[in-house]
Structure formats: C-alpha cells, structure tokens
C-alpha cells in the first residue's frame, strides 16, 4: 500500500507538540557517613569530607544515548554531561560553548553572497521551503533580506538570490575524553551522518544546506542554499561526533552499536565508566575537559538512577538522601502540592518553569460543514462566529481557578502562545478576567435569553444571528482523558453554567481526539469546544490561525504546509498577511517583530482560542545544591551540570 507521505508528515507535526505526561517518581542511594577517628589524649570530630558523587535520579531508563536517535528528556540529562553545548540555549538565546562566537553579520561570521539560478534549480522561497525554481517563486533576490524587496520570479528574467553562509571557529585545544583532538573534520563528519539515509534524524536543516566543509582543524563553514536566509546561523553547526572511533562503522550500524547508544564519547565534564541496565549510569570525571583549569567540575562522579518502578507519590527518595535531583523526566508536575510541602519542611529545594508548552480551549468557529453553504436545518447552529460569544466565554471560564487548584498557582494565563519570557513576547496583551456577569450582559447582547431566571439552565436563542430560534446554550467540550483534564473539565463545566452556559465533557483516547480528517474530532473540525496542547518554538507559531492551514476536503485535510493547524477555521486576511510577514521576515529584525506584535495582538482580541496555562515542568534538589535552574528553553536543565556544587549559602542565581 503507497504510503501517504503528507498524512505522515502531519502526525509527526502534531506529535511534536503534544506532550506526554510521565507519572513516575524515583529511588537512589544512600551517601556514606562520614568517618570518626579515636584519639587516646583527646576527642576531635573529624571534618567531613565534600561528598564526591552527585546522584541524580530519572524517571525512566534512556533507550539510547545516540545524539541521532529518539530524543528523550531522560537522554539529554545525561548527554549534557558527556557534551558541553556545542551551543547552549539560554533564556530562548543561543550562547556558544566551544565556539569562540556564534556568527553573525555585525562580526563578519555571516557572509551574503550572489548565486546565479534557473529554472529547475533547488532554492528556498522566502518562508525557507526547499523549492524548485519556477515562475511565480517568491525569492529573496542578490542584495535582498527583506519581505520588502522580495521578488516573484516571471519565469524568464535571469536571476540571481542571496546566497548566506556562516563560520564557525572551534576553541583550540579542545579534547575528545579518551584523548584525541575534537576538530571541524568530526563535525562534519556528524553532517555526513545525519544526512545518510540510514540516520533517522530530521533531514530539514540538511535539505536548506548547499555545502558543510571543514577550512581548517578549527573552522567550518556552513553555506545555505540559494534564497535561504536565518537569523538564527548556531541551528546550523552539527554537534561534533568522534570521527576517528565511528568511521569504520556504517550509519546502519551505528544505530545500533554500543559506541553510539551506550558509551557514546565526548568532550563534556564527565565520561561514561559504567551502565547497569535497570539500575543505573555511572559517570566519573573527564581528564581532558577544557575547563578543567577553572575546578570544574565540582563532582568527581555522577550516578544517574532509574526509578520508574516507583509508585507516583513516592517522594521519600529525595527526603532521605538517596537523589540530590529528581529531573523533569520523574513528572513532578502531577506532584506539585507534595513537592511545595515537603520544601516548607526543609527537606528539599523545588524548581518550576513554565512553557513553551501551553494549552487552550479552541472554538469550533466554522466546522467543515460549513465549507461549501451554512444550512442552519442540517449544520450544528453557529454558535461561536460572533466574537462577542468567543469573549462571553472567556468571561465565563474561571482561569484562576484552574491555575490556583489544578496546578498549584505554578503557571499562569498565557496572552497567546509564547511564553512571557520569550524574547518575542508581547507586553501588554488584553487577557480576560472571570467574570460571570460581564459574560451573562454579552450573552444578553447577542441574544441568548435566560428565559426561566434559572442559571442552572441552559440559556435559550431569542433573535441571535444564524441561529434557531428556541435553539439551547448548550455545547460539547472535547479533551483527553487524563486525571487532570478531568478536573480542569469540571471547573470549566461549573463556571460557565454561573452563565447559562451548559458543556458537556467527551473525553476520548489521545489516537481517536487526533484522528485524521474528514472522520477526526480535531481534524475533521466536527468540535464545539476542544482542549490541546501545543508547543512555541523559536519562531513564534502565528501559522496555527492561518487560514490557509484551516484543514478541509480541498486540501485533504492538511493545510497548505504545516499539517492542517488551524483547526478553528478562524479566518482574517489582516492576520494571513501578517503572519506571512513574519515566517518570510528574512534578516529583517524590525519586520518580524511588528508583524509578531500585530500577530499576537489579533489574536488576543479576535480568541479563535482561549489560552488557559502553561504546562509546568518540575525539578527538585537537596537544599544545600548550588547552581542548578529551571530553565524551559533549554534541553535539559542540567545544561550547566559542571557548576553545580553543595554549599550551605548559595549565591544569587
């Protein structure tokens, strides 16, 4: 049977923005005591001595280790000790690690040039899709890194793009852990491999690439394909792999060897010494490490402990010692309330981050039955086109409640998608606050009566626009069957009834809510009300409310480009234009941020979506650990595992 790749394509899309939730806890250790010698003419206490080992405790066993394999939060703990950076991200930030700096324009690191093209030939259009050139293209021509000055090729005119490229200068000196030099031959060596067939890695960054090359031991150089432009060049150094120990192996069987999946080498603090399947991952300190000369690390071992057979509420591993962390992979974030009390006990240090996962109730703004004519005698009545239904609901959807006793008050209402650290975040976003009776005045406006004085009865259509007279105030609400959609459901159903307002939960298997359309919930727009999670990434993710990703018959149900998003239906050319500006914005910083600006702005007014919280991820430590944060940018939190240390005053963070 042919494989449709585009229905491929989607799942992956969508999957990459769920998130699971892990409910495991953890187990470990306990740290020696420390020795006491008698002394025949006096008593002394012996000083103890600084713990050398740092147990951190993971939810799961990683599968791998292999930097091309699946990617998992429990891997990355242990991988940001074995790898430093090469390039860390901080605060949404990209910060180079054994680069001496990431290049840019400004410091002559990123270089544009002209490169001739015809018809036919591989280029990337001003959204960065990998192309082939023909008439009706729009390229970013030679001299051109703006929306302002893009062109749409005629099919005839000869035609030359900008052509982008970046260097990358490794630190000197840097050492593999078993000695050997790390050069520019082993990362391009890591591109080579990520770009065999056999190396199940997304290809994208590989597809916008014309030539990886090593200049010299020290430098490589990166340039793109003509027309493909980013503002973010770190995306495209490849994470070094130890070329002189992997060579002699094919991709195919490094997907499966113990030099990738189990001992993998790097140039990090620490090296693999030991791996005890179901039980632990031994680390002991690497001689080579380049910061060696500055005392770090602090640790002379890690142990990283797999507790996943421990029941959910058991925290007493981290109260008795046995972990000095419990990582974001035990799913302390169903735990909230137990971590917050034992730490106004003294017996741990909690770590909470928020995003850049967050979830929302969609409106059903126009299902797919109203694609070809709205017949209000066969179609579900219009209940959500007038916006002001869209804000009476908002209004009427106690969200404080929800963050204050579904997540402990560790989240909070998002304006839209981007968390509010984000640098692209816009300030001062209008967000609705609940209250009942500012929704129950709109509910009046537009013509939904309380006709029996009764709020506990759904509310009745009298003169409302495209809807049945007599027609009931009442809607489904579909979501996940988890403990806490449950009870987010019930807060949701209870507050909107204080407006006359009657939900009623379908709570459904993750595989029949993501269903492909026309038969799919989401994806065959056949929902009221729906609850999803979705992820912001470093370009902020205006094409979920783009009309031309609404999913329909036309374009078999997914989208134009990125899956079939807009699950809405929300339609506003203003906001298609913007949101255009915004993917195409080339090296234009002054474009991407007003059209994000506007962007965010109209859908903050215009609610296709009622943003509820951020999703939270959760850490915990011994309370005398230095140097450790959550940050939710990052890949894992231990990314400066090197600095951690015990001290019984801990400076600012």
Sequence with gaps: MKTDHRKVGRTLFVWMFILGFLLVSCSGNNPSEPAVTDVP???????????????????EEPQSLYLYGNSTQAMWSVLEA????????????????????????????VQLQ??????????????????????????????????TCAVEWDGVTELKLVQMSATFNLLPGLLWSDGQPLTAQDSVYSFQL????????????????AEYVAVNDLTVKWTGIPGYLTMRPGNFFWIPQPKHLMESLTADQLNSADITNKTPVGWGAYQIAEWIPGSEIRLTRNPNYFRADEGLPKFDQVVYRFLSAL???????????????????????????SVRELELAGDLKSYFGQGPTWEGI??????????????????????????RMRQAFAYCT??????????????????????????LAVEGLPVIAYDADKGSQLLDEVGWKDTDNDSTTPRVARGVEQVFNDTLLSVTFSLTDTTQHREIADIVVKSMQECGIEVTPQFMQVSDLLAAGPDGVLFGRKFDLAELPWSSGNVPSCFL???????????????????????TGYTNAEYDAACETLLSAGLDQDSLNAANSQTQQMLANDLPMLPLFYHIKAMVSRVDLCGLSMDTSSRSPLNQIEKLELSTSCPTE
């Design 362 to 387: 969609n409106f059903g703004i126009k299902p797919a039955s109203y694609d070809e004519v709205y017949n209000p005698y066969e179609d579900r009545q219009d209940f959500f086109s007038d916006l």
């Design 311 to 337: 029941p959910e509420s058991d925290l007493s591993p981290m109260v008795n010692g046995e972990c000095d962390i419990m990582d974001p992979s035990t799913g302390l974030e169903d735990q909230i309330q």
């Design 41 to 59: 003419t006096a008593v002394a206490t012996a000083t103890p001595e600084e713990p050398d080992t740092l147990t951190i405790c993971l939810g």
């Design 545 to 567: 409310y783009s009309s031309t990703e609404i999913p329909s018959e036309k374009n078999s149900w997914l989208g134009t480009k990125y899956g079939g998003a807009n699950l």
């Design 114 to 147: 002209s490169a001739a093209v015809t018809q036919g030939d591989r280029v990337a259009n001003i959204q960065g899709d990998v192309v082939a050139l023909e008439k009706g293209v729009k390229v970013f021509p030679e001299g051109c890194t703006s929306p």
């Design 194 to 209: 990520s770009a065999d067939p056999e190396t199940a890695v997304s290809k994208i960054n590989l597809h916008r690439t």
């Design 398 to 423: 106690d969200r404080d409640k929800i963050i204050k006793d579904v997540l402990f008050s560790q989240s909070q209402i998002p304006p839209t998608y981007l968390p509010v650290s984000h640098p």
């Design 82 to 109: 074995i790898y430093d950076g090469p390039i860390d991200i901080q605060n949404n930030t990209q910060v180079p690690v054994i680069l001496d700096e990431l290049p840019s324009v400004e410091n002559g690191g």
